[in-house]
Every structure is written in structure tokens, then in C-alpha cells.
């Protein structure tokens, strides 16, 4: 496995799909309809102007992208400056295999290179395989918002979980 910094020419493709299977299979992203190439291509774009990660896993032996890991705003106002919210999204074909452990560590770290002191998580309550790994890396649970949202004719609640990093060395509020 090796880890790259993501690009929408040679991996938007790969993205794509790994977002739509979480889109279609899975309680990871609480949408309903498949991303556009269009979509990937205006994400990377906003990843890069809000100078956010897009890292990624390749596989050695075939050269396919094995998940992508990136965060960006918690939210837009500035006393938030220092908080992220994360994602990472691993290709079915390569879950199980400490591709997701290997993303978020490197994600932690780009994240006290670039002085932010909370990475926040919003997980699906169920998906226990994610929780467990956010807590194996110093993640604890912040809260949940009970049944907010609908799919696969369900209620889903989202568990948020959090981890404080030493960084800024000097936060300011301006």
C-alpha cells in the first residue's frame, strides 16, 4: 500500500465510485442519488481552494485507489476555524485490510502539520467497524443526534466523535 495526495485527473474516477457504492450500499453518507463526475470535479476544486487533503491508499500490485481520506470546514463561521470534520471511505473490495487506519493516521497528522486542534467524525450509530477504529485512534464520542436522517426505510441516527490534537501552537481569534 501506498499513500498518495489525491487529484481529480488521475483518481476522480475512482473516487466516484467509491462514493457511490457508500451512496448506494451504505448508511456512510446519507444521501440517495449517485455523485456526478461534475460533483467530484467541484469537490477536489473546493478541497484545494480551502487547502484540505484528499489523501489516498493505492494498492501496489494493481495500482486501483483503495479508499481517500480528506476533512474541510465544521462549520463556515470563523470561531471554528480550528475544528475539521473528517471522511474516509474505503472500496468495498478493500475493507478490512488497515486501509482506513493507515488514511486516518495520516489524516491526524496533516491535520496538526496545518495547526487545527478538533477533528470531528459524524458516523452512522450502527456502523460499529468505523466507530471502533475512531476509538482505537483517540476519538470519543461527542454526542448523537438521534434519527437524523431517512434511508433504506429507516431511521438513521448520527454518532459524533471527536479527537483534540495539541495544535495551534498559538490559536488566535482573529
Not at 107 to 130: F, K, V
Not at 132 to 138: K, S, T, Y
Request: hydrophobic fraction near 40%; proline fraction near 5%.
Amino acid at each position: 500500500m501506498t499513500l498518495i495526495d489525491c487529484e481529480f485527473g488521475p483518481h476522480g474516477e475512482a473516487v466516484l465510485a467509491i462514493f457511490n457504492d457508500a451512496i448506494l450500499n451504505t448508511t456512510a453518507l446519507y444521501e440517495y442519488q449517485p455523485r456526478t463526475a461534475a460533483f467530484v470535479e467541484n469537490w477536489f476544486q473546493a478541497k484545494r481552494d480551502g487547502n484540505f487533503p484528499v489523501i489516498g491508499m493505492l494498492d501496489d500490485e494493481s495500482g486501483r485507489l483503495m479508499g481517500f481520506a480528506s476533512y474541510g470546514p465544521f462549520r463556515p463561521h470563523a470561531a471554528y476555524r480550528y475544528s475539521v470534520e473528517h471522511s474516509v471511505y474505503v472500496d468495498g473490495d478493500f475493507r478490512q485490510r488497515g486501509v482506513a487506519r493507515r488514511l486516518m493516521t495520516a489524516l491526524i497528522e496533516r491535520a496538526e502539520a496545518q495547526q487545527y486542534h478538533t477533528l470531528i467524525g459524524g458516523i452512522d450509530a450502527t456502523n460499529a467497524p468505523s466507530i471502533a477504529l475512531h476509538e482505537r485512534l483517540g476519538f470519543v464520542h461527542a454526542g448523537t443526534v438521534r434519527q437524523a436522517a431517512y434511508k433504506f426505510d429507516r431511521w438513521l441516527d448520527l454518532a459524533f466523535y471527536q479527537r483534540i490534537l495539541a495544535t495551534p501552537d498559538e490559536p488566535r481569534a482573529n
